[in-house]
């Protein structure tokens, strides 16, 4: 992988060649649910668990297709896969304390993920 002189990656890399980095993501989504973040806080952290929750999905969805279609596991990551979907599309109710739940909600998808994630990649032998 190489970068341009911008710093950018070039063209021909795809972003699926990219290794998902797991750990800091289940770590991000952590923070979130278990400290009392500023609005300002929040608002980034919902933003960065769409961008998360967004590149686990595609993902997951490539590990799904390439499973077994009786793989128990694929399966219960499917349902994942929507329920991350669906919160993905729900817009959070008025005020601060809803949008913190909204937060908090895509958060628990982030961890939920990237269970599905470690146990699709590396499964119990």
Known sequence: MTQDGRGTLDAGVEAAALPLDV????ETARRVLLERLSIGEVEVAAITMRGHIEL??????????????????A?????????????????PGPGH????????KLAMSVVSLCGH???LTHPAA
């Open 23 to 26: 750990l800091t993501m289940q």
């Open 56 to 73: 686990l999905i595609a993902d997951l969805q490539q590990l799904i297709r390439s499973s077994h279609p009786e793989d128990r596991e």
């Open 75 to 91: 399966q219960v990551a499917l349902v994942g896969v929507m329920e991350a979907q669906r919160r993905l599309t729900t817009t």
């Open 97 to 104: 304390d809803a949008f913190r739940r909204h937060a908090r």
């Open 117 to 119: 994630h470690e146990t």
